[in-house]
C-alpha cells in the first residue's frame, strides 16, 4: 500500500457528462501530481499542485481542471467528457526531499460511453 | 523532443530465467531514472538511479544507469511467477516542473 487514496475505483457515465476524482496524498506530502494512462500509451503527466497551488501543467486539456485543498487532498475534474477520455487516472504524491520519488495510488478507471 | 523509449515492448520467460529489460532516454535537463512495477493498477516504486554505474540492488531485481551512453537496465534473476507485470521507466527532468516522464513500459511474462 503506497499510502495515497483514490476513489472511486471506477467510474461509467455518458458523453457530455461531468466527474470529479479524489486523492489523498501519503501523510506529509505536499506534492500532488495526476497522470493520465490510455490504452497502448504510456503515463501522462496532467498537472502538479504543491501545497494548495498549481506547479506545472502538462498535456491536459482545457475541458480538465484540478484543485488541491487545505487539508491537501485534490481532485480532478473532467467535463465535457468524450469516449476518447476513457482511461485510468492516477494519482501520486511526493514529498519536498531532493529524491523526489512519487508514490501512486491505485487509480481511477473512467469509462465513458 | 524528450522521448523514453523501453525494449522489449513485451518478453515471455519460463521461471528462474533471468531477463533485461532496456530503457533508454533523450531528454534536455536529466535529474534521474525511475523504474516502476505496475500489476493491477498502481505503479510501486523500485529503484532510483542518479548517478552513472552504480548498480541499485533489491532481492533479485538489480538496476544501473549509463549516463554517457543514455540508458538503463533492469535485471531479474531466478524470474517468478509474481515478476509478471508491467516495467516502466520514468525520467525525472530537472525544470520548474517536478513530473516523470514515462516509457511505454516492457510487458513480461512468467510462465511456470
Known amino acids: 500500500d503506497s499510502g495515497v487514496t483514490q476513489t472511486p475505483k471506477h467510474l461509467i457515465t455518458a458523453t457530455g457528462q461531468r466527474v470529479t476524482l479524489r486523492c489523498s496524498p501519503r501523510?506529509?506530502?505536499?506534492?500532488v501530481y495526476w497522470y493520465q494512462q490510455s490504452l497502448d500509451q504510456g503515463l501522462q503527466f496532467l498537472i502538479q499542485y504543491y501545497n494548495g497551488e498549481e506547479r506545472a501543467k502538462g498535456n491536459i486539456l482545457e475541458r480538465f481542471s484540478a484543485q488541491q485543498f487545505p487539508d491537501l487532498h485534490s481532485e480532478l475534474n473532467l467535463s465535457s467528457l468524450e469516449l476518447g477520455d476513457s482511461a485510468l487516472y492516477f494519482c501520486?504524491?511526493?514529498?519536498?526531499?531532493?529524491?523526489?520519488?512519487?508514490?501512486f495510488g491505485a487509480g481511477t478507471r473512467l469509462s465513458v460511453l | 523532443e524528450d522521448k523514453v523509449v523501453q525494449s522489449p515492448l513485451s518478453l515471455v520467460v519460463h521461471e528462474g530465467d533471468t531477463v533485461t529489460l532496456n530503457c533508454s532516454y533523450e531528454v534536455t535537463n536529466f535529474r534521474s531514472l525511475l523504474w516502476y512495477k505496475q500489476e493491477k493498477k498502481a505503479p510501486t516504486f523500485l529503484f532510483m538511479l542518479?548517478?552513472?554505474?552504480i548498480e541499485k540492488k533489491s532481492g533479485r531485481l538489480s538496476s544501473i544507469l549509463d549516463k554517457k551512453e543514455l540508458f538503463s537496465i533492469l535485471n531479474i534473476t531466478a524470474t517468478q511467477t509474481g515478476d509478471s507485470a508491467v516495467y516502466l521507466c520514468a525520467v525525472h527532468l530537472q525544470t520548474g516542473a517536478n513530473n516523470l516522464f514515462f516509457g511505454t513500459g516492457t510487458r513480461l511474462t512468467v510462465i511456470p
Open positions: 501523510s506529509g506530502d505536499l506534492s
Open positions: 501520486a504524491s511526493s514529498g519536498t526531499s531532493a529524491k523526489n520519488i512519487q508514490y
Open positions: 542518479t548517478s552513472s554505474g
